[in-house]
């Protein structure tokens, strides 16, 4: 099996492989974050990661323990899409 340098390399191997569409390598982070009722919550955060071709190459995902989902615009920067996130929505009221 050949050698990969990065999980970012598998992308079109995995692609030419499967047929599938849309393959991206997730990271994922824990953060605790403190909302505005001053709740401290547990925020799992990923870094999606379509790969280089792909002009929206990061997007973020963002899930607190209660269910609440911040996204925002993928770009080719992770800062700028981390930058881009609408933390904001994990502020919202509980889901039902």
Same mark, same amino acid.
């Given at each position: ?15 030419? %492989?499967?047929? %599938? ?39 973020? +995902? ?7 989902? %911040? ?13 881009? +996130? ?11």
């Amino acid at each position: 099996m050949e050698r990969l340098e990065s999980p970012i390399d598998a992308l079109e191997l995995i692609k030419g %492989a499967s047929g %599938a569409q849309e393959i991206s390598h997730v990271t994922t982070f824990k953060a605790w974050r403190k909302n505005k009722l001053g709740e401290d919550l547990l925020v799992t955060i990923e870094v999606r990661d379509y790969g280089r071709a792909t002009p929206l190459r990061y997007v973020i +995902v963002a899930t607190d323990e209660v269910g609440r989902t %911040a996204t925002g615009n993928g770009d080719e920067r992770l800062d700028v899409a981390l930058l881009g +996130v609408h933390w904001h929505d994990l502020d919202n009221p509980k889901p039902h």
